[in-house]
Structures are given as C-alpha cells and as structure tokens.
C-alpha cells in the first residue's frame, strides 16, 4: 500500500507535465471556425495566450506580471499585444517559474477592434504545483463586459505551490 502511495505521488509531476505539454501541443494546431457559440450566445473571436512571470506567493497572495497576445480568428486581423498584472489574494504559498495562460475570447458579434480586451477580470484561481503543476481559473469582466474570456483556462507551469485564491487580472493594451 504504502509503495503504492509512493509510486503515485512520484509519478504526479510526469502525468502533470505530460497534460500540460498535451493541452499546449492541442492549442497550437487548433482549426478555429471564427464564428464559434458559446452557450451564452457570443461568438469566439479569438485567443489570448498569456505568459506570467514566475515569482513567490506569501501567505495571504502575490502579484505578476503578464504579456499577452490576442490571436483573432475573424478575418486577417494582426495580432494584438497586452500587458497586465495577475494579483491573487488568499491562500498562495511557493514559488513557481514563468506560467502560460490560455483563453478563448468570445464577444456578442464577429467583429474585433485593438484595445478591445483591456480592462479588469476578476474571479478565482485553484493551482497545485510539485515539479510541474496546472491551475484552473475562472475570470469574468473587461472593459464593457460584453467581450469575455473563456470562463475556464488551464495554466501549466513549474515551481512548488499551492493556491486557492481570489483572482484578478488587469489587462493594458499596447502600441
């Protein structure tokens, strides 16, 4: 028994690091139709791939740094650059290395103008990392509230930490 619990522990950062290595591979050669529902009626738009500087959670939270890039999957529309802030507070303990975050973007329309996903998500964030880690987050907002991340993102990172946070993320458009 005790073998057993040793093996599985042992083997969770290689399943970890494998699925996040999966999900990074899928969402690279994904065939986006641009005129996608989701079941709040909007239409995918595109992705925002987002990585965040690696750093340490204290007891009660911590703060990153974030470049993003909008990728749209309507028309020829170049790609659109963002800076941000990823501010956790609750019960964040660790460290981890840089992060990659990635959503999909729905809007009510097809259409996408630059600047158009700044402004603030707010939501919580569940992550455990030992070796190789992922987290799940759950964010909702933006400027006018009618453009909207996926509602749930997968993060895949390396470090030791464990996270049960509030979450937010302010995004700022670029030049």
Not at 35 to 61: A, K, M, N
Not at 115 to 120: D, F, H, V
């Amino acid at each position: 028994m005790n073998k057993t619990l040793v093996a599985a522990v042992a083997a969770l950062p290689v399943v970890l690091t494998a699925v996040s290595a999966y999900s990074a591979d899928v969402i690279s050669r994904r065939n986006v139709i641009a005129e996608q529902p989701d079941q709040r009626g909007g239409v995918r738009i595109g992705y925002l791939d987002c990585t965040i500087d690696g750093g340490v959670g204290y007891v009660l939270g911590s703060a990153k740094e974030a470049d993003c890039v909008f990728s749209s999957t309507v028309g020829s529309e170049p790609l659109d650059h963002y800076t941000g802030v990823v501010r956790k507070m609750g019960v964040d303990l660790g460290f981890t290395t840089r992060s990659r975050l990635i959503w999909a973007v729905f809007a009510p329309t097809a259409g996408y103008h630059h600047g158009s996903l700044g402004g603030l998500y707010q939501g919580a964030t569940a992550e455990v990392t030992v070796g190789a880690g992922v987290g799940t987050n759950i964010l909702v907002g933006g400027t006018s509230g009618s453009i909207h991340l996926q509602t749930i993102s997968v993060t895949g990172q390396l470090g030791l930490n464990v996270a049960a946070t509030g979450t937010s993320l302010t995004l700022s458009p670029t030049e």
